[in-house]
């Protein structure tokens, strides 16, 4: 299990004209991902999403609150103590062309990291192609095809597969991929998230996602969990789609309905949510973060910050002094009719938010 408590990051910056300049990133986030689960962290741009990920893969620093990996505490740890934790953690990047070097071929780039662990467990040098080879099968690439291959030779979702192929030559417990999919041509995106999820199912690997996307939040399992950020803060968690048929915290109810295939909230609807926001993240706002969008805004949102508080299901959490429950009523087709601007793929992915098509009052 790997989760985080009350991880907070302020980026300083020198000061522009207007002065100093805190940028808070993260101002408490607690979570956890269980052994050979998937939770998902969406949100709009700005919120915190990648910092979270780069923090929990052990490429950012944080300045409280702790990432404990498999009931082991890494901020008491000296940094090379905590290096062996962290990499059972990997990053999955979202664009593959940067990702891989292109002075080196598909082999080159696999062996360095297989040598490495063929020493860890005293194999010998002919498990370093034969690993190679396995693990080029296991994402679904011939290997005999790309071994030889530089990164520029190869397609989008090739070079993704690489780069997964790759994050799984130190046997990871948990693959974070941060908008992995996002660069790659929308043609391919279902076959990687797909992929994904057949690692989680075969080899128990856990899986961070972290997206702007509600949709492919919700492709990565039924059984997932989503964390909606806002801020630098959890506005809602719970159950995939317990929190998306039956959103709670206002927040989330406006990304619901900012799907272009949702109809929208009836009530208070979204033309009532202001919608965008220039975000200024240097403010330490006193009060619920989302209280100058919020429709339900009362005297008390503006003073005190709501904590994270159990909804009738307790597996179910909202950061809201006014949650209204509303429900999704799911609907089988878009009716605008026919594939959306994103083609076949974007239509399949996009055809799970579909899903979510109409939010309506229940309470
Ligand atoms: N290296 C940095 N220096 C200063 N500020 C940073 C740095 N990295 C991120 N930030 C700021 O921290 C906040 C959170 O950024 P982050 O990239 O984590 O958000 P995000 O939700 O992943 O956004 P996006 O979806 O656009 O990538 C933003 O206000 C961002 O401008």
């Given at each position: 299990m790997i989760s985080g408590t009350g991880i907070t990051k302020t980026y300083r910056r020198r000061g522009?004209?207007?002065?100093?300049?805190?940028?808070?990133?993260?101002r408490g986030v607690d979570f956890t991902v269980p052994k050979g689960g998937a939770v998902s962290f969406i949100g709009e741009s700005g919120c915190g999403k990648t910092t979270l990920g780069?923090?929990?893969?052990?490429?950012?620093?944080?300045d409280s609150g702790d990432v404990v990996i498999g009931g082991v505490p890494m901020?008491?740890?000296?940094?090379?103590k905590r290096e062996p934790y962290f990499r059972r953690i990997q990053l999955i990047h979202q664009d593959p062309y940067s990702a891989l070097n292109p002075n080196r071929t598909i082999e080159q780039t696999l062996r360095a990291p297989l040598a490495l662990r063929a020493r860890q467990m005293k194999r010998p040098g002919s498990w370093i192609g034969e690993r190679a080879e396995e693990l080029l099968s296991l994402v679904g690439i011939d290997p005999g095809y790309v071994l030889p291959r530089y990164p520029h030779q190869l397609s989008g979702g090739m070079r993704q597969r690489v780069v997964i192929a790759r994050a799984l030559t130190v046997d990871p417990e948990m693959l974070v991929a941060d908008e992995s999919v996002s660069m790659i041509d929308v043609s391919m995106r279902l076959s990687i998230l797909a992929l994904l999820k057949d690692l989680r199912e075969r080899l128990g690997v856990s899986l961070m996602f972290i997206t702007h996307d509600i949709a492919t939040a919700r492709y990565i399992g039924a059984d997932s969990e989503l964390y909606v950020l806002y801020r630098g803060l959890v506005a809602e968690r719970g159950p995939t789609e317990t929190v998306i048929s039956g959103p709670v915290h206002p927040y989330t109810q406006a990304l619901l309905s900012a799907i272009p295939v949702l109809h929208g909230l009836e009530l208070p609807g979204p033309d009532r949510v202001v919608p965008t926001e220039a975000l200024d993240e240097r403010r330490p706002d006193t009060g619920c973060l989302f209280a100058r969008?919020?429709?339900?805004?009362?005297?008390?949102?503006?003073?005190?910050?709501p904590e994270l508080a159990h909804c009738l299901d307790p597996t179910h959490e909202h950061a809201c002094f006014h949650p209204h429950r509303r429900q999704v009523i799911p609907v089988e087709r878009f009716t605008s009719g026919g594939p959306d601007a994103n083609g076949t793929a974007g239509t399949a992915v996009n055809g799970a938010?579909?899903?979510?098509a109409r939010v309506r009052t229940t309470a």
């Open positions: 522009d004209h207007t002065g100093a300049q805190d940028v808070y990133a993260l780069r923090i929990v893969a052990g490429l950012e620093t944080y901020t008491p740890l000296r940094p090379r969008r919020c429709p339900f805004r009362s005297d008390r949102c503006v003073e005190e910050r938010a579909g899903a979510a």
